[in-house]
């Protein structure tokens, strides 16, 4: 079964931790995505990256640091920087200069006590 | 700015056609519009999307006016899995990474 996966599904952490999320796909897909949700609010996109080796930040970067050493990983790093770190995360990953298809991860729901 | 306007709720009819619109008056000739759903607590699952004819696939039908500015999405006989927040975007498939969701629509399918 192609798809991809999130865990944990729900993280808790003490303020002032590192914490990372993991996001892995098995479709084959270039470009891998993190995005953030909080309660009753739409995605803001957090990075990005089209290929191995490079990323891009998105619209809510600062606190959030990334790599993509494999094609098939992108972890999320939480930072103690990031300094409202409760929120609903999401991967997401698609093919690069095609529908414009992103497919999305069950969610990593993460709580900063 | 939005490039989309939507109803922030609607309720539906178990078995009645959903019908949900989205404004997009500002949507340039390159851009697509694309509608994903998000079922509570779970990832966006894309729907479908379109330039400016009407389509159709195992999910939905999206209608697109001729001017381009609104669309019409319509789950034909709505089912309670069906309800869900549903987001209308535009973006043009080069810049695959500008999806931007904004509050979209919550759907509540009533028995």
């Known amino acids: 079964d192609g798809g991809i996966t999130q865990s944990p599904k729900y993280l808790f952490r003490k303020e002032g931790q590192n914490v990372t999320l993991s996001c892995e796909q098995n479709?084959?897909?270039?470009?891998m995505y993190w995005y953030r949700q909080d309660p009753g609010q739409g995605l803001r996109l957090i990075y990005y990256s089209q290929i191995v080796n490079d990323f891009q930040k998105g619209d809510i970067a600062e606190g959030y640091s990334v790599s993509r050493e494999k094609k098939e990983s992108f972890p999320l790093t939480v930072t103690s920087a990031q300094k409202n770190p409760t929120a609903f995360y999401l991967c997401a990953s698609s093919i690069v200069g095609g529908k414009n298809t992103q497919y999305f991860g069950p969610g990593t729901r993460l709580t900063v006590l | 700015d939005a490039k989309t306007t939507q109803p922030t709720s609607m309720d539906c009819a178990e078995g009645r056609a959903a019908n949900l619109p989205c404004n997009h008056s500002?949507?340039?000739?390159?851009?697509?519009v694309y509608w994903y759903r998000q079922i509570h607590s779970q990832g966006p699952q894309y729907i479908i999307h379109g330039l400016k004819n009407n389509e159709t696939n195992e999910m939905a039908s999206l209608i697109i006016t001729e001017d381009r500015k609104s669309s019409t999405l319509i789950l034909p006989h709505a089912t309670l899995r069906d309800t869900a927040v549903y987001y209308c975007?535009?973006?043009?498939?080069?810049?695959?990474?500008?999806?931007?969701f904004g509050k979209g629509t919550k759907l509540s399918v009533i028995p």
């Open positions: 479709l084959n897909h270039d470009a």
């Open positions: 500002t949507i340039s000739g390159n851009e697509y």
């Open positions: 975007i535009v973006s043009t498939p080069a810049g695959s990474y500008q999806l931007t």
